[in-house]
Nanobody
Framework: QVHLVESGGGLVQAGGSLRLSCAAS????????MGWFRQAPGKEREFVAA????????SLANSVKQRFAISRDNPKNTVYLQMNSLKPEDTAVYYC?????????????????????WGQGTQVTVSS
């Protein structure tokens, strides 16, 4: 069992930056690939980013490439989402998720069913 807690959300102006953190419980954080998803009001939850167990492989949604970056610190049991050049359309609740496996199949990284554990989410609001 992995318990995930997101933090770092808030209100920011367009063009600004935020760094989200996701702290995981347990001593086996390195056994999990991690992902970030988001859900905007009235929309389905969508994939944002993923990272394998040691950070050697990352994936980003086309909508956030060049602006967002995912990273992890295994000794701290934490995964990060650095968000730069934020746009109003980035407004959403951001969720952290854990996949029970060190690596992930790039063909399925976008699908929610790949992930076994989810956090409660953190709100990000970008004003224009």
């Amino acid at each position: 069992q992995v318990h995930l807690v997101e933090s770092g959300g808030g209100l920011v102006q367009a063009g600004g930056s935020l760094r989200l953190s996701c702290a995981a419980s347990g001593r086996t954080f390195g056994n999990y690939a991690m992902g970030w998803f988001r859900q905007a009001p009235g929309k389905e939850r969508e994939f944002v980013a993923a990272i394998n167990w040691n950070g050697g492989t990352t994936s980003l949604a086309n909508s956030v490439k060049q602006r967002f970056a995912i990273s992890r610190d295994n000794p701290k049991n934490t995964v990060y989402l650095q968000m730069n050049s934020l746009k109003p359309e980035d407004t959403a609740v951001y969720y952290c998720a854990a996949h029970r496996g060190q690596d992930y199949d790039p063909n399925y990284v976008y699908t929610e069913s790949l992930y076994d554990y989810w956090g409660q989410g953190t709100q990000v609001t970008v004003s224009s």
